[in-house]
């Protein structure tokens, strides 16, 4: 069964740091992987998607990359704003109809 | 706009009283999906549908019904709650040829006493 893991669980930052996210996952044999981001009283927003054939996938000031043979994949958020204060979640697609998400990791900029 | 709604957003309900969370979805979605959100826990699938009349359970399917008679339409059921069900409710929807690429409603709070 495919467990997704996500460290830290919370992250607080001053503007203008980068952020470094991270996610792992136990079984590498996945379709692809998305990153996902969750604001209060909100749905979720996907960010971008990787798939496994890929390395990285890049959106504006978001990066993120994918190591499927090590389990691993990172989000980076440059030059952070308070307005990139969400919770990020990280979700793996086995190549079902199920994605297997982690428990996120809560991310507060601080003006 | 290409939305996913849900209703209602939040409930407060007692032990063992039935009760139904609505899904609709305006894309014409073959793909509809429940997740339950839990802290500590991400987000775990309950219940897909691939299409109308067809069905199949997630990853914790217990306590929960759904059906599926119309294309736009994904009800949640709970025919008995339970204080363990008190969580955070997704529906969310996607094209059959892309499930990769699934819209998320914006949640429903259930608290079960």
């Known amino acids: 069964k495919q467990e997704v893991t996500q460290i830290p669980a919370a992250l607080s930052v001053p503007e203008g740091e980068n952020l470094v996210l991270n996610c792992s996952f136990t079984d590498s044999a996945i379709y692809n992987l998305q990153w996902f981001r969750q604001d209060p009283g909100k749905g979720l927003t996907s960010l971008l998607l990787i798939q496994s054939s890929q390395r990285e996938q890049t959106s504006g000031r978001l990066n993120a990359s994918l190591d499927k043979s090590s389990g691993r994949s990172t989000l980076y958020i440059a030059a952070s704003q308070p307005g990139d204060s969400a919770t990020y979640l990280c979700a793996v697609n086995p190549n079902d109809y199920k994605l297997s998400f982690g428990a996120g990791t809560t991310v507060t900029v601080r003006a | 706009e290409a939305q996913v709604t849900q209703n209602p957003r939040y409930l407060i309900t007692v032990t063992g009283k039935k009760l139904t969370v609505t899904c609709s979805q305006n894309?014409?979605?073959?793909?509809m999906s429940w997740y339950r959100q839990d802290p500590g826990l991400g987000l775990r699938q309950i219940y897909y549908s691939m299409n109308v009349e067809v069905t199949d359970k997630g990853d914790v399917p217990e306590g929960y019904k759904v059906s599926r008679k119309e294309k736009r339409n994904f009800p949640l059921i709970l025919e008995s709650p339970s204080p363990n069900q008190t969580s955070l409710y997704f529906c969310?929807?996607?094209?059959?040829?892309?499930?990769?690429?699934?819209?998320f409603g914006p949640g429903t709070r259930l608290t079960v006493l």
């Open positions: 894309m014409n979605h073959e793909y």
């Open positions: 969310a929807s996607s094209d059959k040829n892309q499930l990769d690429t699934q819209y």
